[in-house]
């Protein structure tokens, strides 16, 4: 008598599904949760894509990976989310290499840091977490389409809650008049499962599907910057306190990874899209992060920016801190992209159109 394959054993994504064949790529793996999840892929037979910001550290991380797994189909790229050229770079790499695209990963992330910003001036937790993965994605689209059924896996967080001061501040989104470490991390966090929401809608009937992920409380080198604000809020002091009393009671990075590991493999999920996953199954996002206006408005108002910063690149001098704003400003009669593959072949001509501007949700 056949026997069913379980998907999940004991909390854990059961090795016994393959990806043999397939193309995974994922952003941030030189370390903690994309690292744990690129030895994964690669024991389940898949090409692995490891993007890491240092080529050095990607190579160390690389050996560990084919260490671990016994597979050499893994590849190290450079990948600095903060930079869209180093962004675009790396998608026409990939458009141009590689046959398939079969589920992408977008796992990278900068946890409370500082005020600081991206290359082209946006607020750097903004800029990062989301943006950047929001450019990449649209990037890599066409591949993904090529190679479905596919898969695009976000990493949010808990923190993404209402509760825990998560909310899009959209009259001020890079944070310039209010920054604080917890704020902007949490800003951050609610636009990924937004993103993956309004992402399924545009790729319905594609076969590409869309996933965002809470992996949980997971020990990796993401702390790093929590309890060094510069003026720490009381919502900043919770968490440095919290994570400083709890740290050592939680996940491993292998354990922590199972979510989006799920997400990316389960065959159970291949007809499922644009839903939120925690603890290896189904999980309950916020109201905000189930809101539709939110999630087209942020879409369109992410569509406007980087099509702003890609018009500024042809125009020297205009690559300020201020441009996203002043991009927003900026009056024009063509309306924003209707399909995100735009973003690609036409970034020049695509157009500013001025979001509403109510206040904070
Ligand atoms: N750990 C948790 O408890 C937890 C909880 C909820 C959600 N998450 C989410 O899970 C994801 C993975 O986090 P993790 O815990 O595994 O963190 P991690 O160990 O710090 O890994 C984060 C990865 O992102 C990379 N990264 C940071 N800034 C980047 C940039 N500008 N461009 C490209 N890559 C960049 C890091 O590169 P470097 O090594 O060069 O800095 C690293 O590879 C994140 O999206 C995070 O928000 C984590």
């Known amino acids: 008598m056949a026997m069913k394959i379980k998907t999940v054993v004991g909390g854990m994504v059961n090795e016994d599904i393959k990806m043999e064949n397939k193309t995974v790529l994922i952003t941030g793996a030189n370390t903690g949760m994309g690292l744990a999840t690129a030895i994964d892929m690669a024991r389940r037979g898949a090409k692995v894509l490891m993007t890491s910001r240092s080529m050095e550290k990607g190579n160390e991380a690389k050996e560990t990976v084919v260490k671990e797994s016994g597979s050499e189909s893994v590849v190290v790229k450079q990948l600095d989310l903060s930079s869209m050229e180093s962004i675009r770079a790396l998608a026409q790499d990939i458009n141009s290499t590689e046959s398939r695209l079969d589920v992408l990963i977008n796992n990278a992330g900068v946890m409370m840091c500082n005020q600081s910003k991206t290359k082209e001036g946006f607020e750097m937790q903004f800029g990062v977490n989301h943006l950047g993965h929001f450019l990449l994605t649209n990037l890599l689209l066409d591949l993904l389409k090529k190679s479905a059924p596919s898969r695009v896996v976000t990493l949010s967080s808990g923190m993404h809650q209402k509760f825990l001061g998560a909310a899009i501040h959209w009259d001020d989104i890079n944070l310039e008049k209010s920054y604080t470490p917890s704020k902007a991390y949490a800003q951050s966090k609610l636009m990924n499962v937004l993103f993956s929401r309004q992402l399924s809608k545009r790729l319905e009937g594609t076969g590409v599907t869309t996933y965002s ?54 065959p159970e999920l291949e007809k499922e899209t644009g839903r939120f996953y925690k603890d290896v199954k189904l999980g309950n996002e916020s109201n905000d992060a189930k809101n539709d206006d939110f999630a087209k408005r942020l879409w369109d108002l992410s569509e406007e920016y980087v099509a702003s910063k890609k018009n500024s690149e042809s125009e020297p001098g205009k690559t300020g801190a201020g441009d996203a704003q002043q991009a927003e400003s900026k009056e024009t009669s063509e309306k924003p992209k209707e399909d995100a593959q735009e973003i690609t072949e036409e970034p020049e001509k695509s157009a500013v159109e001025t979001p509403s501007k109510d206040s904070d949700s």
């Open 213 to 266: 992920v809470d992996p949980g409380a997971v020990k990796t080198d993401l702390q790093r910057h929590v309890g060094k604000a510069e003026n720490p809020t009381f919502m900043d002091r919770m968490f440095s306190g919290v994570t400083w009393l709890t740290r050592r009671f939680w996940r491993t990075p292998e354990v922590g990874a199972q979510t989006q590991i799920y997400c990316a493999v389960a």
